[in-house]
């Protein structure tokens, strides 16, 4: 996961592949509340990985329930059955309106004193509603802050009181479809001498999530009985019992962004659009409906039992008007698909946008102006004029609001018929549905080479490139190369395979350098699996590495495995030819050097921590010796690229020296205006 503070995705130009989506954010945490409220244990398979089902998790836990997550994405949840939760019990759940209406419901009618709050936006999200309804029956709640809003405060000191349960419940049904959710999970738990009755209070919205919310409830043994969408009867004697085992379908929600990039993207070479794995045709969940919506724009799709195909149809996209009260967050991605669309497309009864992660009506619009895009919002509607014509087309900092959704709609302007790229702010927002959203996007995008953003750090021995490129990479959410580490490494597999370093064997050594499975991350190098950072330093390696570095078929090779370092989204690169020899057209190459005499002080100190005793003064004349050596190869000596900027750090920190990358690289971006008028 991008934990970064901001993303910035280079222009893409074609997409292919097969992607595994993560379960689905709404089935998971209905399933673990069931679980919880149920006698026996429940094995919940392919559970969401995410901040929402994290807090869900965790509060299970405060309340008593066994939760053992030793199998990996299978849990098991051991239910309270007919035994109390533990309390007194403060419960702290984030941004996760799945967790915090259906749990006050639930905690309201089980008794006991519980605290439930969250983030600053959670309490701005409304549940006054559901809080109305569950103090007719009877419920003792207080708000702790602003009346209508979280944190809340249950406390029936020495017991549940009398229930009002004869009359029906009425629950408004035109905010939330969370607070009908949270009734129909919670009022089993009283319902076992009468039925219980709820009445919705005007228009229910996103009745797909209630369509969720009955199948898993009959999943759990509870048969709810519906009138229409106004009316549901809970029968007399309704009692949790586990299934024994329940698997969580994938993300529907979530697929839309790839059924978008289907849609909107050219297919790669060789490959035919894209493979959704993980939801079908047949899912539960109402937002598989945006699959109608797709197809009406322009979408190629089809599908099967837990997988959708998605190619190019009509181009450009067509631009639609529709009622998407049964695809309320899914509808998103649609304003986004509008950017490629002929006309102004116009999406209607959405007024719950407005009470979700954040005002998404007024957020969507926001960013959409920022593309170039003519948008008209209302109270419950948004209507999307793309750009005209390529060259009104804006390079955008994309503000995401904290919202996971916001954030991934968004990377699908990285499209633009302007090959513009795009910055996604705040990234790590999408964790609370798909931690792993970027990577997924990565595996099945493909933009031309030139258009991979390169930043070379180049620099003498000791300089301190190669502890700055890797801050500066971690900073930007890039890859990394170490390009120094490579004939160690090459060396290091050649003893590994069997392979006699000398020329003889140049072509054998050639072919393994050239697929090398390297990689840097976390301050380590890894060979395949096996964390290498150790063994390649030794000096037998060294030595090795030296031998190696003479063979002209093993450079030629490694240059070729270098340049296989700029992928998706961007690479910085550090060693000593990176800006002239491997990557001449980056768009930024530093050089950074320091004294002879600051350098030797770095590695003197370097040694000392590693209990080693070592002469300053021998290390500055080997260093110097080494910049002459370095300076006077034939191939590929050690100078500046001829663009490059010159970075003297010997009297900065290391933090310093990185801050002054990181504005060398934002001054060559076109989101610097953005940020400057910010």
């Not at 790839?258 to 493979?275: C, D, H, V, Y």
């Not at 395949?528 to 590495?545: C, F, H, L, Q, Y």
């Amino acid at each position: 996961m991008y934990s970064t503070a901001f993303l910035d995705l280079p222009p893409l130009l074609t997409a292919g592949g097969t992607v595994q989506l993560p379960g689905s954010k709404s089935i998971s945490n209905r399933v673990l509340l069931l679980a919880a409220l149920s006698q026996g244990t429940t094995e919940v398979h392919d559970l969401l990985a995410s901040d929402d089902t994290r807090v869900m998790l965790d509060g299970l836990r405060a309340l008593g329930c066994g939760v053992d997550e030793s199998g990996g994405s299978t849990v098991r949840i051991t239910g309270l059955g007919d035994q109390p939760p533990r309390s007194p019990a403060a419960l702290f759940l984030g941004n996760a309106g799945t967790a915090m209406r259906p749990l006050t419901a639930a905690l309201a009618l089980l008794g006991g004193e519980f605290t439930l709050s969250g983030i600053p936006r959670m309490h701005e999200r409304p549940i006054g509603d559901l809080v109305d309804a569950l103090r007719q029956l009877g419920c003792q709640i207080d708000y702790l802050g602003n009346e209508g809003f979280p944190p809340l405060r249950i406390a029936h000191g020495a017991g549940l009181p009398a229930l009002r349960l004869q009359a029906p419940i009425p629950v408004r049904g035109d905010v939330s479809s969370q607070f009908l959710t949270a009734l129909l999970l919670a009022l089993p738990l009283v319902a076992r001498e009468q039925d219980v009755v709820i009445e919705v209070v005007g228009e229910l919205i996103s009745k797909p999530y209630i369509q969720i919310t009955l199948a898993l409830l009959a999943r759990f043994g509870i048969q709810v009985a519906r009138q229409g969408w106004e009316r549901f009867t809970i029968p007399a004697g309704s009692r949790y019992q586990s299934p024994g085992s329940i698997h969580v379908e994938a993300d529907a929600s979530s697929a839309s962004y790839f059924i978008a990039l289907g849609a909107l993207s050219a297919s790669a070479e060789g490959q035919n659009g894209i493979k959704i794995q993980g939801v079908g045709l047949d899912s539960i969940q109402g937002d598989i409906r945006f699959v109608e919506a797709a197809r009406a724009m322009g979408a190629d799709i089809t599908g099967g039992p837990n997988w959708l195909h998605v190619a190019r149809g009509a181009w450009p996209l067509r631009a639609i008007d529709l009622d998407c009260n049964h695809i309320p967050d899914a509808a998103m991605t649609l304003a986004t698909m509008a950017l490629y669309a002929q006309g102004t497309t116009r999406l209607r009864n959405i007024a719950s946008w407005r009470v979700k992660e954040t005002d998404r009506i007024a957020a969507m619009a926001t960013e959409l102006r920022k593309l170039g895009a003519t948008v008209e919002e209302g109270a419950d509607f948004i209507a999307i004029t793309p750009p005209a014509t390529p060259q009104d087309w804006k390079a955008a900092s994309i503000h995401t609001y904290d919202d996971h959704r916001v954030a991934m709609c968004f990377s699908l302007a990285a499209f633009n018929p302007a090959c513009l790229p795009v910055r996604i702010e705040d990234p790590k927002c999408v964790a609370k549905t798909f931690p792993d959203y970027f990577e997924a996007l990565f595996s099945v995008v493909q933009t031309a080479q030139a258009h991979i953003p390169v930043l070379c750090i180049d620099g003498p021995t000791a300089s301190g490139k190669g502890t700055v490129a890797a801050a500066v990479a971690q900073q930007l959410g890039y890859a990394l190369l170490d390009s120094g580490a490579l004939y160690r490494i090459t060396a290091l597999a050649a003893v590994q395979a069997g392979i006699d370093i000398a020329p003889a064997h140049e072509a054998a050594l050639a072919d393994l350098a050239r697929t090398l499975p390297v990689r840097f991350a976390d301050g380590r190098i890894w060979l395949a699996s096996a964390d290498v950072t150790d063994a390649i330093r030794t000096e037998a390696m060294g030595m090795n590495a030296s031998r190696i570095s003479a063979l002209p078929a093993v450079r030629a090779a490694l240059v070729d495995l270098q340049h296989g370092f700029a992928r998706l989204p961007g690479l910085v690169a550090d060693g000593r030819d990176m800006g002239t020899v491997i990557f001449p057209q980056a768009p930024l190459k530093v050089f950074m050097t320091a004294s002879a005499a600051c350098r030797a002080e770095r590695r003197h100190q370097q040694l000392l921590a590693k209990g080693i005793d070592a002469n300053i003064d021998a290390l500055r004349a080997d260093l110097e010796a080494r910049d002459l050596q370095d300076q006077s190869r034939k191939v590929a000596p050690l100078k500046p690229a001829q663009d490059a900027l010159l970075l003297d750090n010997s009297g900065l920190t290391i933090d310093e020296t990185v801050a002054q990358v990181i504005v060398w690289w934002e001054e060559r971006q076109p989101f610097a205006i953005h940020l400057a008028q910010g």
